[in-house]
């Protein structure tokens, strides 16, 4: 086909590949609108669903039972004389709520272990000095505390002042008095201090003395606002342990580490003190307290820790050491700030918006993974490959198109759920959210190139993904949160499990959820930049961990798409040769030993053997007239399932000039696709070698797909894009720019009937068969390759446009080389400069169509019809006009007959006739030259016997 003045048959550069590519995307993308639509509706719609939610629960937290109301404490019949309005502490809900312009006074407590944890002597300690385990069955076990330090006699005086010896209550003031004792709980704290759930809850409160007496639980009356209790009060044994050193304080504590278990003997020690250098100037302090008590469920602020209590402890025990036992720090109470009425709040989407926008984010992978597989099943990827398209501009675009819709993705998402008021997003910093966002979809992207290697077909690929999608999501949500939100299970661990790409994105969603849904809660912000340096919060090393996972994932994703699919694959070594100097791009004798060729020289007739040392004087004398050539080339398809190996190609020897058109003629199986696929680039030969414009296929296929065209035996299409959009983005492929593309593509359209009638801007999926064998024709010969690959060209097209298809060709062959493959007797005859015909793997015979005739078809087929009572006299007839004539066919009184041509004269044939009609009726006859189909039969037939015999 004509393209004018351009550069069509310089390889295309490296951005005009990337060129063609990206307009072939976008083009694609504006197919498939509808799809993008309702993929980016789905975090629409999640969005809208958590805020009618929201808007639910909010309604239901409106309530007015659920608000701040007031009580009359004192009425006159029907007429509320005194109204108390505020918070009601029958109803401890409303302390988030209420506004407690006067918060009520609480004792000042220590964090005592619950009874039946406290510590007691077993294998954990063996100690002398722990108390004996039979303790535990009257729940009797003492308070035990840990002290060391430089200065032992120093330390125990001081321990010693720390722990009282009697118990003093003034019933006047109750509530005070309790603060000037040492008392304890085993409760968990609040996020408050409105409330002390020590006196609201069926646990006693604990009152330390270093020996307690029989009568040592008794009931307290407890006034808050305007709710009366009675407070049930009990003695608890403080006993005091002396260590040589902290490692030893620091050793027990561990061991009696209260862990998820609850039901686990444990033995817990309620706190531990190092008073280091200290002395009687000096007053140097480090305390270790139990944290695990704090109110911590994962879905809001972190509980009060019970320390002021232990610090004013052993400070007011160092004065009485310096002062005497008079002389005390008080600590009167415990006391929240004032608040004002606030709202009651539950922000669902920040509690749950770790698993549902984990789902909402993964969804990306299935569209990312099943787009690269559909490629793959229906060798796009490859198809593309073959016309031009190097892997760098094929990798930078296919990532760059993906990378671009999940951006967009992530965009409408963010914006959505901000617009609608989603605390999630408004609460934390955007630029956090970017980071971790667009890190997260690289690595996402990276992965589906990965597994995509490892699919070969759509449906497989997308049903493991979205079972992958939901199956993380609901592992994350239900399991690994909680792993998370547990301050006992090793860190370690959880990094480890967040090398899974679903727990890291889920682990970070959950860091951003608890930022706002705290923020929220207590009225400050979300995360921010430096809460990364604390501890507790997981982002920082999430946004690591993703970073170089998505490096590692891509270079990986890279390497084994080379190895594995692009196309035939390279060898996993190939990264070491780009270190190697390349060989000169030549003709060269092939290293690698022909081994049985001896054999098929002296079993190959005489026109094979000429072609293959024909073959042999062009390796050894290089012609570039020669555009492909085949030395002995061999495939083997190795042993599986029990099958012995398969001669798919058998020492094939062939040398195909500029200009000229190949036919391979061959039953079904005989090895023609084989060999093709060898060719292009899609398998590696077993053995022998074959060169393209001089490109050794085993080694530069990326050059010989520069300057090659391919029709292959099933379309590969798109099904969304139209003819036209295929001719012009594989003219792109092959280097044709402006005036001389838009030329080529009309000429080329017009050429296979498919520029009239709107054909050309149809979608090509709602193209017929011979249509579609029509548009892969075109694809094949856009560009002007100079060497082309048509398996099939005419299969499923009417006559008419199978003679059409035959004029194109006709002139495509005229300055290019092309191997056909066809089992159209007539198409071969009419395309084809040299046959050669394929069985088994083996070319049987090589020549133009006449010279196969006159070879393999030495005869005419003499047919005639008459009465069964007559056949006796045909066959006289026959054996008259020719002794070696040999009958062929029979049936019903007709019968045929190969003539030798060297045996008969047709003027003798004709006057035999006429002498024959004079003695019987003779119905019909006819004389037929041999046709190529009669030659093909008889080769194949020959061929197939003498494989028998062996």
Known sequence: MANGNNTANEPASFWTQANALLRKNLTFQKRNVKTNVRLIMFPFVLCLLLLLLQKLIDNQLDKAENRCGCICKRTEGDTCLEQVCGIQYSDLDQVATCPIPNPPEWPPLLQLPAPQYRAARSDFFPFSDFPNPSCRRNGSCPVTMLFTGTNQSFGEIVSGNMVPTTLNINNSDIMGSLAANVLGSDTETEYSNFLEPAFFSDLPIYYLQSQCTQNSTFSIPVQISTISTQQEVRCAQGLRLWRNSSSEVNNELYKGYRRSNPERQIDEIAAGYDFLNSNGNRFNVSIWYNSTYKNNTGFGPIGLARIPRSVNLVSNAYLQFLLGTGTKMLFEFVKEMPKPETPLKFDLASLLGGLFFTWVILQLFPVVLTSLVYEKQQKLRIMMKMHGLGDGPYWMISYGYFLALSVVYMLCFVIFGSVIGLKFFTMNDYSIQFVFYFIYINLQISLAFLLASMFSNVKTATVTAYLGVFGTGLLAGFLFRFFVQDTSFPKGWIIVMELFPGFALYRGLYEFSQSSFIGDALGTHGMRWGDLSDSTNGMKEILIIIFVEWLLVLFFAYYVDQVLSSGRGKSPLFILKGFQKKPHSSFRKPSIQRQGSKVFVQIEKSDVNQEREKVEQVLLEPNISHAIVCDNLRKVYPERDGNPEKFAVRGLSLALPQGECFGMLGPNGAGKTSFINMMIGLSKPTSGS???????????????????????????????????????????????????????????????????????????????????????????????????????????????????????????????????????????????????????????CIGNPKELKARYGGTYVFTMTTSMDHEKDVENLVQQLSPNANKIYHISGTQKFELPKDEIRMANVFRAVETAKRNFTVSAWGLADTTLEDVFIKVARGAQAFDTLS
Not at 691 to 720: A, K, N
Not at 791 to 803: F, I, K, V
Request: charged share 25%; with cysteine; glycine share 10%.
């Open 690 to 844: 074959a060169f393209v414009q001089g490109l050794d296929i085993r080694t530069d296929m990326d050059g010989i797909y520069t300057s090659m065209g391919v029709c292959p035996q099933h379309d590969l299409l798109w099904e969304t894009l139209t003819g036209r959009e295929h001719l012009i983005f594989y003219g792109r492929l092959k280097n044709l720019k402006g005036s001389a593309l838009t030329q080529a593509v009309e000429e080329s359209l017009k050429s296979v009937n498919l520029f009239h009638g709107g054909v050309a801007d149809k979608q090509a999926g709602k193209y017929s068969g011979g249509m579609k064998r029509r548009l892969s024709v075109a694809i094949s010969l856009i560009g002007d390759p100079r060497v082309v690959y048509m398996d099939e060209p005419s299969t499923g097209l009417d006559p008419a446009s199978r003679n059409n298809l035959w004029n194109v060709v006709k002139r495509a062959k005229q300055d290019r080389a092309i191997i056909l493959t066809t089992h159209s007797m007539e198409e071969a005859e009419v395309l084809c400069d040299r046959l050669g015909i394929f069985v088994d793997g083996s070319l049987q």
